[in-house]
């Protein structure tokens, strides 16, 4: 869970927070340039920051202090792109996290499909936030909550899950499919299967062949 700027200062110690003042004021001073260049060759001094936030405050509260820079600075898209393409997976993370609080519109879609095309769980896990839920077509996201299904990433994860999934007669016979594939190469099926398909109100339906399989336990999302 991303914290606030409050929360932050409360848990960093002195040396910390004077290095996440300094680069939130970097950030702020970028953002209100008047010849503020987006397409520039050369990234703003936040950005490098932004490499070593967990450096400077910790991994654990490296999340939070990415995203504050993001929002500070009113990253662009160029940006968000350069910090994703070129970070590492925490900072892919990060990105990923903060899309829905920035003014982006559809642009930074590529980089959500990228993170759904990888293997890591917690870029799929980051990758279905409310930017996704908010921006993905019915086909994307349809294959984004099968993706967390198939990489064990709980569907808690997936903002508006409830929202998007009700009455969805097409994720419904997806989720069928994918059971009755798992069934019949005797592997277990998610136990968010089960959640997702009541959500779209075909709950009712078979599942899966005949000979009940078990269910793998929800899996639990690492920090």
């Not at 991303?2 to 040396?15: H, I, P, V």
């Not at 896990?125 to 294959?143: E, I, S, T």
């Not at 109100?201 to 005949?210: F, I, K, L, S, Y």
Request: net charge negative; hydrophobic share 45%; glycine share 6%.
């Amino acid at each position: 869970m991303l914290r606030t700027r409050d929360e932050l200062d409360a848990e960093l110690g002195g040396a910390a927070r004077a290095w996440l003042d300094e680069a939130l004021a970097e950030a702020a001073h970028d953002a209100a340039r008047d010849d503020r260049d987006d397409s520039a060759c050369a990234p703003p001094p936040w950005e490098l920051r932004y490499a070593a936030a967990g450096r400077h405050c910790g991994p654990h509260h490296a999340d939070s202090v990415r995203s504050l820079l993001l929002v500070e600075a009113r990253a662009p898209l160029a940006s968000v792109t350069r910090l994703y393409r070129q970070g590492t997976a925490a900072e892919r993370r990060a990105v990923l996290l903060t899309l829905h609080r920035l003014d982006l519109g559809d642009s930074a879609l590529p980089l959500v499909e990228d993170a759904l095309r990888t293997n890591d769980t917690r870029l799929v896990a980051a990758a279905v936030g409310p930017y996704a839920a908010d921006r993905l077509d019915a086909h994307a996201w349809r294959h984004a909550v099968l993706k967390c299904l198939f990489s064990e990433v709980p569907v808690q994860a997936v903002a508006r899950l409830g929202d998007r999934a009700r009455g969805d007669a097409e994720l419904a016979r997806m989720l069928i499919d994918f059971a009755a594939e798992r069934t019949a190469a005797g592997r277990l099926v998610p136990a968010g299967l089960s959640t997702v398909l009541d959500l779209t109100g075909a709950a009712g339906e078979q599942t899966a062949p005949a000979t009940p399989v078990p269910t793998a336990p929800a899996p639990t999302q690492e920090p």
